[in-house]
């Protein structure tokens, strides 16, 4: 839908006229998130600089009934901060500031636009630890993790956003501003708002304050990079560290495509690069010969599982080392290929083997290359699909048919489409695949009962 003259009148009145961006090469960073192929032009972007300003905004577009996307830094990977029906994006990245961290409380007040690094390092200066690590950390908001109740490799012992928000404040479709929580460890009033806004990938409102948990920062940590021959031993691997009583703080896996893709681009030598499967596993604690005592029992297991051989790094150095492909596979992979379908699918945590059995298979049989990594201690398998060769005639006709089989069969095995990327406009054709016809029918009356004019965010989710 296309704004009038007179809607971006109303908008620089409430804004400033140096926040309402109309300038298309200004608005080209707005027009995708992390999927370059999801390409929508707003008509404009609007940056609020407070609560009030947000307030008067969605009162405007539920008046004039034009869409509006929010948007925290854009490093999503569902399309799900991209106008694809035009209208607004509102960015939050003027809602930059930590307002306040709590010691006595353990608690950070934060606005949504800061991003989750950027908290990180303020809150360990302190002694205090927030624990929720998207791989993207650096460039990904606290608002748009909560959005998307983010996970990240440290989630099998910390857990995801979900975890750590006790409070919030936002701004409804109508421009009420509601609150909910607090710096509460616990909270029972009623129906629990907080969490239904909690994953809504900001379809329901717009999340303008935020109290985040915080915990006492382990003062030591260790990582392990272990090489396995097989998936299946990997695999054993996990369950038996679990069983062991030890629980990781980050429990890795990619799969050998994944490190020759990282070592070809990186144009060095990484690390096992031959194995067929390779796991980072992490502990922290707070006493350090403990520690090391965990260390070695989980080394002996992985041996006794199978592994080749374990590498400990103890050092910065040696971390970032082991770290390294890990962390460079996804923009590897966006450098080896013109295309990436990324799938984020997630299964009971003894049925990875099975799941990334079925995606060999599937390429196999489909001839579209397949790469596998992910967070083995959470079942979540990022399957990434490659256009790399691949005709783009083939590639338009046959990759809905390749998504589907890898969907049908997480869904085979109890688990679902997607762990932490979210449905936004990627995957809304496929909702229907993981959630059964009366629950949709439930989400669907949520949206409406948060937004009747169906303004915000429109186009995502269903
Ligand atoms: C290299 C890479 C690695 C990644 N690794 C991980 C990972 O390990 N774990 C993980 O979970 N994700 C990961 N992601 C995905 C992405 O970083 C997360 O989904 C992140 O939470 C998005 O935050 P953002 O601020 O960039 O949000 P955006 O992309 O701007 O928006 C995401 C969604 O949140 C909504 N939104 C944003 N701010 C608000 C707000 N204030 N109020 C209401 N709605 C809002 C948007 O409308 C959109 O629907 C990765 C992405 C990349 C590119």
């Not at 969490?195 to 809504?200: D, F, P």
């Not at 397949?370 to 990022?382: K, M, P, T």
Request: net charge negative.
């Amino acid at each position: 839908m296309k704004l009038t003259d007179s809607d971006i009148a109303a908008l620089q009145e409430i804004v400033g006229k140096e926040n309402v961006i109309l300038d298309n090469e200004a608005l080209e960073d707005y027009c995708h998130d992390e999927i370059p192929s999801l390409y929508f032009q707003p008509d404009a972007v609007v940056k609020p600089e407070n609560t009030e300003q947000v307030s008067k905004i969605m009162a405007l577009a539920s008046e004039r009934k034009f869409p509006v996307t929010p948007r925290g830094a854009g490093s999503g990977l569902s399309g799900g901060a991209v106008a694809v029906e035009g209208g607004i994006v509102l960015s939050l990245e003027k809602f930059n500031r930590i307002l306040e961290i709590d010691q006595e409380n353990m608690m950070a007040v934060v606005e949504p636009g800061v991003l989750t690094g950027q908290l990180q390092k303020e809150v360990e200066a302190v002694g205090l630890f927030y624990p929720v690590d998207p791989a993207s950390l650096d460039s990904c908001s606290i608002g748009g993790n909560f959005a998307a109740n983010a996970g990240g490799p440290q989630a099998v012992k910390y857990g995801i956003t979900r975890h750590y928000v006790t409070g919030i404040e936002a701004v409804l479709p109508s421009g009420e501003i509601i609150n909910y929580g607090g710096k509460l460890v616990k909270n029972t009033s009623g129906y629990d708002l907080l969490h239904i806004l909690l994953g809504s990938e900001g379809t329901l409102a717009i999340v303008t304050k935020l109290v985040l948990k915080l915990i006492p920062l382990p003062k030591y940590r260790i990582d392990l990079l272990v090489p396995f021959s097989s998936f299946e031993a990997a695999a054993d691997t996990v369950t038996k560290i679990f069983q062991s009583r030890i629980t990781p703080v980050v429990l890795e896996f990619m799969d050998k495509a994944g490190v020759k893709s990282c070592e070809a681009f990186l144009g060095k030598e990484l690390p096992f690069s031959d194995a067929e499967a390779q796991l980072i596993v992490g502990l922290d604690g707070n006493n350090e010969e403990l520690l090391e005592q965990e260390c070695e029992i989980v080394g002996e297991i992985c041996l006794e599982a199978g592994a080749d051989d374990v590498l400990v790094a103890d050092t910065p150095f040696a971390k970032e080392n082991l770290w390294e492909a890990r962390r460079e596979l996804l923009e590897t992979l966006k450098a080896i290929s013109e295309e990436v379908e990324v799938e984020d699918v997630v299964v009971p945590r003894a049925k990875i083997p099975e799941m990334i059995r079925a995606t060999v298979e599937i390429s196999k049989e489909t001839g579209f290359p397949i790469v596998n990594w992910g967070h083995a201690g959470d079942g979540n398998v990022h399957v990434a699909i490659l256009k790399k060769d691949i005709s783009d005639e083939k590639w338009q006709t046959e990759l809905e048919g390749v998504i589907e089989r890898v969907f049908q069969k997480a869904i085979e095995l109890g688990g679902t489409i997607t762990g932490e990327h979210g449905i936004g406009y990627l995957k809304r054709k496929h909702l229907p695949m993981a959630v059964g016809q009366v629950e949709l029918e439930l989400m669907k009356k949520i949206k409406a009962a948060f937004d009747p004019e169906g303004i915000l965010n429109p186009g995502k989710l269903f």
